[in-house]
């Protein structure tokens, strides 16, 4: 997959997940920076981005994220 194919699907994926079309994510972009962003939505998109990328994350993985450019670098890494 082309990245920016990837990041199509992650940014409609972010768009379902926190139920805004118009939101806008960028690569040093965090939880912090995203209304609705918790602990209970990250769950959901983590969850949401496995099935948009037929894959799956370990606790590791999900732990060490800092910003959306990490998750980038770990779907990549894993769709090869």
Known sequence: MEEQ???TKML???RDV???PD???QDS???DDVEGWDSLTHIDLIVAL???FRIKFTT???GKLANVGDLVSLIKSKTG
């Open 50 to 52: 496995e099935r948009a």
């Open 23 to 25: 939101l806008l994510v």
């Open 12 to 14: 409609e994926t972010f």
């Open 60 to 62: 590791g993985e999900v």
């Open 18 to 20: 926190f139920g805004n």
């Open 29 to 31: 972009t965090t939880a």
């Open 5 to 7: 194919q990837l990041r």
